[in-house]
């Protein structure tokens, strides 16, 4: 059992009731301006939750102290991630010269777990006083504010906290909620890898959908509280319903979370910070999967949606010199981004321009077949089979990518290319062979291998 469900209601009344007046609520998310107009203002603490110390050595904002996810958890019992019990919470946010009635304020590099994880064991730990500076590091210096490698002298502070005995899941209530269906399971892993395993009964929304997508003015930010409520409404979460929020480790759940609990104000939320790492190791418990098929055409939709849209948002800003980047630095770093545990998704052409995109052995044969098909007028929408070597079963799936009129820009005759793009294609690519093609010709294919599917 978790050591804040059993802390006894008495207490929670003893210092609401007594002592210390309970200090006001604030808005959980704060912008830039809203803090560049209190730095210097004793009762707002700014803390810096970027993993890690490189960077807030290198500079933070004035005033913020360090406190990184992995200083409020560690492996307990063999599960990784668990939060720690509240006296240490205490000591941790002591040190920092958080006081009870502190306003604390946190922020990661941008709106992304780290920052989320943090303000809610804050929040869970007994602080009613935090917020989220809304885009974080990357949009406090994209605006050109305040900064500074100095570090603050703090005085240690000794804050009475009262832990929020509603906040967190156990292996138990997960087990419980499963059994009964007593509370909606929000898994907000990618869905590559709900797919490949889960809690049965979960439901799947990607954390990131809880912020407004790139290519908007408002790319990464908070979505408004309505429009957030509007998309939770649609996949059955609402203010009545009890909510258990899992990921792998409780990391990324933690922005759900703190979304749900305390930007929405949905009082029946709690984080499974065991998650899926826990859960999945426990023999006998239940577990659901997506069949190979479902789970490669789930991680190709991915892929090509997130590609595409990151594409056209370059082109629209800076025309084919600003497409080359997607493709040659941004592609792989999203292919990689929907890879998971025993999958891997990337694309794969016979005429490269990143070598990254050579295809193996088995892509090969079947990049020349899909070529043979397209000749023939009878290009398959997919083709997928089961293989097998070194003892594993790997499912293999490619869908074919076809040349569309804005690939031209980049991948056309060399001839009809802007004389800037094929500058930045001879120096960075000095072997290429991905230009010459027409609109409806086969430029490659997405590609999913699943092992042990």
Request: some cysteine.
């Amino acid at each position: 059992m978790r050591f804040w469900t059993w802390l006894p209601l008495a207490a929670v009344a003893l210092v609401a009731m007594g002592g210390e007046k309970a200090p006001d609520a604030v808005l959980p998310i704060v912008s830039t301006d809203w803090l560049a107009g209190k730095l210097g203002d004793p009762s707002v603490v700014v803390v810096d939750a970027r993993p890690g110390q490189r960077d807030y050595l290198a500079a933070h904002l004035p005033g913020a102290q360090l406190l990184s996810p992995e200083n409020l958890r560690s492996s307990a019992r063999g599960v990784p991630g668990e939060i720690y019990p509240p006296e240490v919470l205490a000591v941790a946010v002591g040190r920092l010269g958080i006081g009870s009635a502190s306003h604390v304020v946190v922020y990661g590099t941008e709106n992304d777990p780290d920052a989320a994880l943090v303000a809610s064991v804050l929040r869970i730990a007994g602080l009613v006083r935090v917020s989220i500076l809304d885009g974080g590091w990357k949009r406090w210096s994209a605006e050109g504010r305040s900064v500074t490698s100095e570090r603050p002298a703090v005085t240690p502070a000794k804050p009475v906290l009262v832990p929020d005995p509603r906040a967190l899941a156990s292996l138990d209530d997960v087990r419980r909620a499963v059994e009964n269906r007593g509370a909606v399971l929000l898994d907000v892993r990618p869905p590559e890898q709900y797919s490949a395993g889960r809690i049965p009964g979960a439901v799947n929304r990607f954390w990131k959908k809880d912020f407004a997508e790139e290519g908007t003015p408002e790319a990464g930010l908070f979505l408004p509280a309505a429009e957030l409520r509007r998309q939770y409404e649609a996949i059955g979460i609402t203010g009545e319903r009890s909510v258990i929020v899992y990921c792998n480790s409780g990391h990324m759940a933690a922005a759900a979370y703190y979304n749900l609990r305390h930007v929405l104000g949905y009082g029946s939320v709690r984080l499974y910070d065991g998650s899926w790492l826990e859960w999945s190791a426990v023999p006998g418990l239940p577990k659901e999967t997506t069949p190979a098929i479902e789970r490669a055409r789930a991680a190709a939709d991915a892929l090509t949606s997130a590609l595409t849209k990151r594409l056209f948002t370059e082109l629209a800003a800076g025309g084919p010199v600003k497409a080359v980047k997607v493709c040659s630095e941004v592609a792989p770093a999203i292919a990689a981004a929907h890879s998971g545990p025993g999958m891997t998704v990337r694309r794969v052409t016979l005429k490269t321009r990143n070598p990254a995109d050579a295809p193996d052995a088995y892509e090969r044969k079947q990049l020349e077949s899909l070529e043979a098909a397209q000749r023939a007028g009878s290009l398959p929408k997919e083709v997928s089979d089961e293989t097998s070597g070194d003892g594993r079963r790997i499912f293999r799936y490619l869908r074919p990518i076809v040349v569309g009129e804005p690939c031209l820009a980049c991948h056309g005759p060399r001839e009809s290319l802007d004389p800037e793009v094929r500058r930045i294609l001879a120096e960075r690519y000095p072997d290429d062979q991905a230009f010459g093609y027409g609109q409806g010709d086969l430029r490659g294919a997405v590609s999913v291998a699943i092992s042990n599917p």
